[in-house]
């Protein structure tokens, strides 16, 4: 049996312990969790895949016709049901039909998660069934990671770094932000293929490294989320680069964070990176088994507050197939640590229409306390 029909069985189990009689995956980080099978096609081309799962019997996957051929050899999944744009009522009359099948006493979805086209379908055409929230059952499976997976997540570990070594190479004065981005792509590209066989096993996994990176300098660093344009770095500049959006390796996605200056750092902006890293390394010395999620986004509040800084919303997220999961590293969030949770937990200050500081790591939580997934030095850092 594999790691996938596992986790199906045991989705099975917590289904019967809260009488829910099918279950409803449209996310496909969700569906790729049970069944092992992703692909290219999704909501936002109007062609959803979708997974459903009863309390007792076999799993089925509803996917359009063009990604079937990869459905069939990726999963163990026997049922693939295909459809096609405009013909015999697409994915919506095969999902009629099996959740006809299974009964509609008690049906589960990720409330959060589920597309509003598949939403609005069911709200229409099965307007006795009993909608549940499934997400929990789903989430509390996926917070703690096996020996196996946390392995993979240290190779998407070993590709974060790569990018940024890549990146340091290039960072200099006058070199577009651009060809930042691209010496990343390339460093990680590389780094990623060195850990995938050319044999059958691995043809479904790409090793390149795609979406738009997070990359900002100069007073940009103030808005986060800026990704790579044409301007040119300049002396005295920090540039910042968020790894988080584009470290996605067999569909583990980390999170990641390094900032640097180029030629020259004011005071001003080093000991605002200094007091970045010490509230994110106050977040990482609470991490152990029955600490709470809230007490470590605390200890970072702390060091934030005593340095005369404003507080942010939180230090860290649950990571693993998706970019967020649970728990949250915040306020309120009263979720134990776990052996085997993976976290991204992040360190961070703007300074309003000056700059940003910003720094982070994803850790694995340990018996003892964490361990690095993303091995690498964080002391401030002057390239020229």
Same mark, same amino acid.
């Given at each position: 049996?594999?790691?996938?029909?596992?986790?199906? @069985?045991?989705?099975?189990?917590? #289904?019967?312990?809260?009488?829910?009689?099918?279950?409803?995956?449209?996310?496909?980080?969700?569906?790729?969790?049970?069944?092992?099978?992703?692909?290219?096609?999704?909501?936002?081309?109007?062609?959803?895949? /979708?997974?459903?799962?009863?309390?007792?019997?076999?799993?089925?996957?509803?996917?359009?016709? #063009?990604?079937?051929?990869?459905?069939?050899?990726?999963?163990?999944?026997?049922?693939?049901?295909?459809?096609?744009?405009?013909?015999?009522?697409?994915?919506?009359?095969? =999902?009629?039909?099996?959740?006809?099948?299974?009964?509609?006493?008690?049906?589960?979805?990720?409330? /959060?998660?589920?597309?509003? $086209?598949?939403?609005?379908?069911?709200?229409?055409?099965?307007?006795?069934?009993?909608?549940?929230?499934?997400?929990?059952?789903?989430?509390?499976?996926?917070?703690?990671?096996?020996?196996?997976? !946390?392995?993979? #997540?240290?190779?998407?570990?070993?590709?974060?770094?790569? #990018?940024?070594?890549?990146?340091?190479?290039?960072?200099?004065?006058?070199?577009?932000?651009?060809?930042? *981005?691209?010496?990343?792509?390339?460093?990680?590209?590389?780094?990623?293929?060195?850990? =995938?066989?050319?044999?059958?096993?691995?043809?479904?996994?790409?090793?390149?490294?795609?979406? $738009?990176?997070?990359?900002?300098?100069?007073?940009?660093?103030?808005?986060?989320?800026?990704?790579?344009?044409?301007?040119?770095?300049?002396?005295?500049?920090? !540039? %910042?680069?968020?790894?988080?959006?584009?470290?996605?390796?067999?569909?583990?996605? /980390?999170?990641?964070?390094?900032? %640097?200056?180029?030629?020259?750092?004011?005071?001003?902006?080093?000991?605002?990176?200094?007091?970045?890293?010490?509230?994110?390394?106050?977040?990482?010395?609470?991490?152990?088994?029955?600490?709470? *999620?809230?007490?470590?986004?605390?200890?970072?509040?702390?060091?934030?507050?005593?340095?005369?800084?404003?507080?942010?919303?939180?230090?860290?997220?649950? !990571?693993?197939?998706?970019?967020?999961?649970?728990?949250? $590293?915040?306020?309120?969030?009263?979720?134990? /640590?776990?052996?085997?949770?993976?976290?991204?937990?992040?360190?961070? !200050?703007?300074?309003?229409?000056?700059?940003?500081?910003?720094?982070?790591?994803?850790?694995? @939580?340990?018996?003892?306390?964490?361990?690095?997934?993303?091995?690498?030095?964080?002391? $401030?850092?002057?390239?020229?």
């Amino acid at each position: 049996m594999s790691t996938f029909e596992d986790r199906a @069985v045991e989705l099975q189990r917590r #289904m019967a312990d809260e009488h829910v009689d099918v279950m409803l995956l449209s996310d496909p980080d969700s569906i790729y969790y049970v069944s092992g099978y992703w692909g290219y096609l999704g909501v936002e081309f109007g062609r959803p895949t /979708l997974l459903v799962v009863p309390q007792a019997g076999d799993c089925a996957i509803i996917t359009p016709l #063009m990604e079937s051929g990869m459905a069939s050899n990726m999963t163990w999944i026997q049922d693939i049901r295909k459809w096609e744009d405009g013909i015999d009522g697409e994915w919506m009359s095969l =999902l009629s039909e099996l959740l006809s099948q299974y009964g509609q006493t008690s049906v589960a979805i990720e409330r /959060l998660r589920i597309p509003a $086209l598949v939403s609005e379908f069911l709200r229409s055409e099965f307007a006795s069934a009993k909608f549940v929230d499934g997400s929990r059952m789903l989430g509390e499976m996926r917070m703690i990671k096996s020996p196996d997976e !946390i392995a993979v #997540m240290r190779q998407a570990g070993q590709v974060a770094v790569a #990018m940024t070594q890549a990146a340091e190479q290039v960072i200099a004065v006058g070199v577009p932000e651009y060809e930042v *981005a691209l010496a990343v792509i390339a460093g990680g590209t590389r780094k990623a293929a060195e850990f =995938l066989s050319p044999g059958d096993e691995d043809r479904f996994v790409s090793p390149t490294i795609h979406n $738009l990176q997070v990359l900002q300098s100069g007073h940009d660093t103030c808005f986060v989320h800026r990704r790579s344009s044409v301007r040119r770095l300049e002396h005295g500049d920090p !540039i %910042y680069l968020c790894y988080c959006g584009i470290t996605n390796f067999k569909q583990y996605k /980390l999170g990641f964070d390094r900032e %640097y200056f180029v030629a020259e750092v004011s005071d001003e902006q080093a000991r605002a990176y200094e007091v970045t890293i010490n509230a994110q390394l106050a977040a990482l010395g609470t991490m152990r088994p029955g600490v709470t *999620a809230e007490q470590v986004h605390l200890a970072a509040e702390v060091v934030y507050r005593d340095a005369g800084f404003e507080v942010g919303y939180r230090t860290g997220r649950a !990571i693993g197939y998706s970019f967020l999961e649970q728990p949250e $590293l915040k306020r309120g969030d009263q979720t134990c /640590l776990q052996t085997g949770m993976t976290f991204a937990v992040d360190g961070g !200050i703007t300074v309003d229409g000056q700059y940003g500081t910003r720094v982070g790591d994803s850790v694995v @939580v340990t018996d003892t306390g964490f361990e690095y997934l993303t091995p690498y030095p964080k002391e $401030l850092r002057v390239l020229s």
